[in-house]
Nanobody, 128 residues
Framework: QVHLVESGGGSVQAGGSLRLSCAAS????????MGWFRQAPGKEREGVAFINFDGTINYPDSVKGRFTASKDNAKNTLTLQMNSLKPEDTARYYCVADARVETQGRCPPPKWYEYNDWGQGTQVTVSS
């Protein structure tokens, strides 16, 4: 069973940086898609970074150039480095995984209902 645990959230002023981590257990991340979603109060969950099994990464325009996702296959961990943070980045951030055989490690579309494995989330608050 896949188990994901996020850490590293907190409060920061606009322009600052935070680094989130996700520890995975129950499967080997090098074979599968992993990513990050976020959800602000009253808004739908938004995908912010997705890493395919081959290491290629996709970002939405809202975070491109500011957020960097990476994975450490040896440690089975996923990281999200967030720079130049804005108040609109305030949200709860979730680590997700897709380990379905049929997707073969390629990330599904960045819709929350495409992902079955979620961490409990970690809060990020950016003040102006």
């Amino acid at each position: 069973q896949v188990h994901l645990v996020e850490s590293g959230g907190g409060s920061v002023q606009a322009g600052g940086s935070l680094r989130l981590s996700c520890a995975a257990s129950g499967y080997t991340i090098s074979h599968w898609c992993m990513g990050w979603f976020r959800q602000a109060p009253g808004k739908e969950r938004e995908g912010v970074a997705f890493i395919n099994f081959d290491g290629t990464i996709n970002y939405p325009d809202s975070v491109k150039g500011r957020f960097t996702a990476s994975k450490d296959n040896a440690k089975n961990t996923l990281t999200l480095q967030m720079n130049s943070l804005k108040p609109e980045d305030t949200a709860r951030y979730y680590c997700v995984a897709d380990a379905r055989v049929e997707t073969q490690g390629r990330c599904p579309p960045p819709k929350w209902y495409e992902y079955n494995d979620w961490g409990q989330g970690t809060q990020v608050t950016v003040s102006s």
